[in-house]
């Protein structure tokens, strides 16, 4: 059975960092996904964060977090990471790992990947 475990979350004031891990378990070969962090925020869409190669050799982040937040695997650990700095109010949301093996690339959109995590609420106050 595989599981993606999300942790890290919490409550931080604006300008704040936090780190979110993503635990896989049950994922034959962790190195043959491309792992994507999504988030939601209240009465919104499910919206795509960063994602990460294979490998971690590669990477891709929306706009609206370039420069703020850093996205990282450690395959020997079945882990990906999530650094975020500069923490804004309009970061609050949810935010879901996943995991897809179908894909050949970064990719944006959540329908590409294969597993999901249960999600950890990121609250940034103003």
């Known amino acids: 059975q595989v599981q993606l475990v999300e942790s890290g979350g919490g409550l931080v004031q604006a300008g704040g960092s936090l780190r979110l891990s993503c635990a896989g378990a049950?994922?034959?070969?962790?190195?043959?996904?491309?792992m994507g962090w999504f988030r939601q925020a209240p009465g919104k869409e499910r919206e795509f964060v960063t994602a990460?190669?294979?490998?971690?050799?590669?990477?891709r982040d929306a706009d609206s977090v370039k420069g703020r937040f850093t996205i990282s695997r450690d395959n020997a650990k079945n882990t990906v990471y999530l650094q975020m700095k500069t923490l804004k109010p309009e970061d609050t949301a949810v935010y879901y790992c996943a995991a897809g093996a179908r894909i050949s690339g970064l990719s944006v959109l959540p329908g590409s990947y294969d597993y999901w995590g249960q999600g950890t609420q990121v609250t940034v106050s103003s």
């Open positions: 049950g994922l034959t070969r962790f190195s043959r996904y491309f």
């Open positions: 990460i190669s294979r490998g971690g050799d590669s990477t």
